[in-house]
Structure formats: C-alpha cells, structure tokens
C-alpha cells in the first residue's frame, strides 16, 4: 500500500512518499545503531531535502552514531531553526551535547525540551545523564524517575538508576535491578555491564551462554553488542578462560570501530599544540589563588579513583569525582574569544588567568560546602595542566601513572564508551605515549606542584605513599586514609566496587594473556611474552 502525503504537523510533511518511506527505513537502522545502513536507506531523500528538518535529524543521528557530534549539533541547530517548538528535537539536541562535554548546553536543551512537553520521557533520560556527567546526583536521580513514572520499560533509565546504587554502596539492590532489567530485556548490554563490574557477584555459565545466544541475534543494536561483548569477555575471564574472552573483545572492539576510526595523529597533533602553548613556567599572579583544589590526572583505570577515594577520606577533602567545570570555562574562553584552545593562549594575560580561576573556584564552590578541599578527577584534564597552573596556581596536581601495558590492557578490557583510541592496540599505544610525553613536559615544568604516584608502588607500599601523597596536598596524615576502604561516600566511576576493598596486590593481568597481546606489546614497543625485557 503506498504511502499517503504527510499531512500538516507531521514531522515528515513536506517529504515526497518516497522520502517518507526512506525517512522511516532510516529511523529504524538509527533505533539498531546502524549508521550506515541509515544512510543507505535515506538515500535520494538526502538529496532532494538536505535541509528539511525531519532529514536534518536523521542525519544527526548518523554523526552521533559516527562519534562526529560537533556535526550532530550543527544539524540540529538547523532543523530547530524550522521546528522551534519540537520537544524532540530539543531532546536530540541536548543528547548531542553530551557527549561534546557541553553539559550547561545540553542541561539547556533538555531543560527545554521537558518544559514543552512534560511526557517525553527519553528527554527526561537524557536530562538525567547530563545531570549524572555534571555530578549532579540529586538532580538526576529525580530525572531518571520522571522518566522511568512516564515509560517504566526504560531501560536505559533503569540501568543509571541502578549505577546510582551500585556508587552508592548498595550492591545487591544494584544486582537486583540488574537482573530485573536483564529479565525484560535480555539484549539490555549495559544492564550486563553493570552486573559485570559489581565483582561480588560473577557472572556464571548460565549467564555465559545467554549473553552468547542474545549475541547470535540479528535485531540486536550496536549498542548493546559492544556492551555484551565486554560482559561476555569479563565473564569468560573470570572462568580463566583467556583465549575465549580476547575474541569476546576483539569482536566488541571491531564493532565499536564501525563507528569510526580514531584520528591518533590528529590527537597527537593537538597535544604538541597544547604543549607548544605552555613551554615555561609561567603562572598567575595570585600565587594561593587555587589552593582549595586537588586535581587528579591519569588515563583511565590506572588507580585514579583509588586516589581521590584516599583523599576523600580525610576529613578537609570532599571527594567531587570527574567534573566537567575546567573543560567548560575553557570553552567559555574560547567561545568569548572566536578561537579554539589552545590558540588564545598567547594572548593572556595573568588577569586573564586569574579571572577564569576564579570562574571555575565560582563554578565549583558547592564542593565545598562540607569540606574546605576537593578533589577533581576528570582524567582528561593530564592535557590541561598548564592552564590550570596558569588559572590556579595555588592548586596540587597529582598524576597517577601505571604500568603501561597494564594500564592500556586494562582500558582495552573495560567498555569505555566515547573513547575511541580503546578499540585498536595501535592508538591504545599512541595514546599512552601522547599522555606520558605531557606528563613528563609538565612535571618537568612544575615540580613543586605536579605529584607523580605509582599504582605498582602505592598497592605495595601503602604506609609510607599515602602520608607523602598527603604531605603534597598540604594536608596532615590522618590514620582513616589508610583504611579508606571504609569510606561510605558514592563512588561514581567504574572502580566503585575495587575502592570499597583493602588493597590488592593481584590487579596485574596481562601474564594472564600471555602471547594473545602481542600486538599490543609490539605497539608499546616491549618484549613479545616470554622474551627478555630491554
């Protein structure tokens, strides 16, 4: 039956019935994580209407799926131009922005999108998500329950409320709700995900061969097939089962890499750039200006929450977790400016600095309401040293560093969504040295204030690194930081489950592996197993 003309109000009006069958093929390959069948199914209609809204959607979801989200937001922005008043696209706007950082933005949009309709529940989620980025927790716990109140088979809602409880604690009720999820629906990959990383309770052989069947259907999303093969392979792991579990990752990871590849020499360009801004010492004039704060700076599972969770243990630290707020006033800058950082760089001057200092100590003054210090632990801000020494001189930088093939193992193994250098061992390796180069540039740099601590060292000599990792911050050792495994604060990473544990010695898992990662020791330039170290 062919398709009627869409009448007026619709979404597709104005699209030819060719186009609006095209519209609706593509919409469904979106819903499946498919970018590129999507736009196979769009085809002449992308053509013959490139500016209509609906398409302009359309093709956003490509660039989202695609990783390309500046591109997502620009169409976007476009087809809002058309559909002012469209809840959705408020909605698609702000999901966007997430992933860009832009977490003001996209609480903006969503904020947006719920004031024009209350019911949307996929906007409450996403409001929701980007409240959970802003750590924001009180808020998006009561957004997640709006959404869950209008559409309770929501399944990613459910899965976030369910991480609320696991860094919170409550491990079995976050199992619970786990397998609850997983029992509506089986291909729910981040319901598995989160079951895996709860640690205390193992996925068993049962829980082994029903992910391994849900991976044999053909209606399960990309989505959830990266997410299952990271279960599936932790799972497959924890039984020693090594071989198994490297194809689980190598199946996830070539999935992931549909996506689109990571650009390691465009990355690594930047890095230079950002390097090449900051090549002396040079700081703020207000030399305490900062001294509240304690950041944090690693890759991903290097130790870093076992950090923060240590500090936050002490009673003058508030343990903040990874805040988007320095990222945020540098793009604030660069937005003031009309330039990209670090391009602006050479044009500050210390009252400059000082003023985004003490825009970012405004933006984060609620961490600091309990206790006169915090912690920041965004990872990424290794690449941000020099503007925080510049913006804060007063603060401490502690860099937390593990062994390399460890730490790129460790991130190969873990479902890191948005982080695109995890799915190739060449970028994995690239990525390390981009981080190692910076570190080395900024610790040379500043060595009174840029802390180096070893995982190796800190888990085999805990009594005497914790007293110097507190003697750097400026704070007086106090005995409960030794025993921060007691702490009951939320812990909101991936490492909730390790932190609420004594220190173990036992994390090291790349022998486990044996020759299978190779490929990954040759891109770090080390050994193949078995051979003699240089």
């Not at 593509?26 to 992308?46: T, Y």
């Not at 996209?106 to 999108?113: K, P, S, T």
């Not at 903040?320 to 670090?342: C, H, I, K, N, Y």
């Not at 206790?371 to 913006?391: C, E, Q, S, Y």
Request: net charge neutral.
């Amino acid at each position: 039956m062919p398709l009627k003309t869409p009448p007026p109000g619709s979404r597709l009006h104005g699209l030819s019935p060719a186009a609006v069958a095209s519209a609706i093929a593509a919409a469904q390959a979106l819903e499946l994580g498919r970018a590129d069948d999507a736009e196979r199914a769009l085809g002449g209609a992308l053509t013959q209407h490139s500016e209509h809204p609906e398409v302009l959607r359309l093709v956003a979801g490509m660039h989202t799926l695609r990783g390309e989200h500046a591109q997502a937001v620009s169409s976007l922005r476009r087809a809002l131009e058309k559909r002012p008043q469209d809840a959705l696209y408020w909605n698609t706007l702000g999901s966007a922005l997430i992933p860009l950082g832009d977490y003001d933005a996209a609480i903006a949009a969503l904020g947006h999108a719920v004031a024009l309709d209350a019911q949307l529940g996929v906007a409450w989620y996403n409001l929701g998500l980007a409240l959970t980025h802003s750590v924001r927790p009180d808020e998006a716990a009561s957004a997640l329950q709006h959404a869950i109140a209008i559409v309770p088979t929501h399944i990613s809602a459910r899965v976030l409320l369910a991480d609320q409880l696991r860094g919170s604690g409550r491990v079995d009720e976050a199992a619970a709700e786990y397998r609850r999820v997983i029992a509506q629906q089986p291909a729910a990959g981040m319901a598995w995900i989160g079951l895996a990383n709860l640690k205390s309770a193992k996925l068993d052989s049962a829980d082994i061969a029903a992910m391994q069947r849900t991976l044999t259907r053909t209606d399960v999303g990309d989505d959830d097939r990266i997410a299952l093969g990271f279960a599936l392979a932790s799972a497959l792991e924890d039984g020693g089962r090594y071989v198994d579990a490297s194809g689980a990752l190598a199946q996830a990871h070539a999935c992931a890499r549909r996506r689109g590849a990571w650009n390691a020499a465009a990355f690594s360009a930047h890095v230079d750039s950002v390097l090449a801004a900051f090549p002396t010492a040079s700081s703020g004039t207000a030399s305490t200006l900062g001294d509240e704060a304690i950041f944090i700076v690693s890759l991903p599972r290097s130790g870093s929450t076992l950090i923060e969770q240590i500090l936050a243990t002490h009673s003058q630290v508030e343990g903040a977790s990874e805040l988007p707020d320095l990222p945020q006033v540098l793009t604030e800058e660069s937005q003031r400016r009309g330039q990209p950082f670090p391009q602006w760089v050479a044009a500050m001057r210390p009252a400059d600095w000082e003023r985004l200092g003490r825009r970012y100590l405004e933006r984060t003054a609620r961490w600091r309401q309990r206790h006169p210090r915090f912690t920041d632990k965004l990872l990424t801000n290794w690449l941000h040293v020099g503007a925080i020494r510049a913006m804060l001189p007063g603060a401490r930088i502690v860099a937390v560093r593990r062994d390399p093939l460890e730490t790129c193992l460790a991130c190969y193994r873990q479902h890191l969504a948005g982080n695109a250098y995890t799915h190739d061992f060449v970028d994995l390796a690239a990525y390390w040295r981009d981080f190692d180069r910076a570190m080395n540039h900024w610790r040379t740099l500043h060595p009174q204030h840029v802390h180096e601590n070893v995982y190796e060292d800190l888990t085999t000599d805990p009594e005497a690194q914790i007293p110097a990792l507190l003697a750097f911050c400026g704070l007086d050792f106090e005995p409960a930081c030794l025993a921060f495994h007691t702490n009951p604060r939320a812990v909101v990473t991936l490492s909730a489950a390790q932190v609420r544990q004594p220190l173990r010695r036992d994390t090291a898992r790349a022998a486990r592996y044996g020759a299978l990662i190779d490929p990954l020791r040759a891109a770090l330039r080390l050994p193949a197993f078995g051979g003699e170290s240089s």
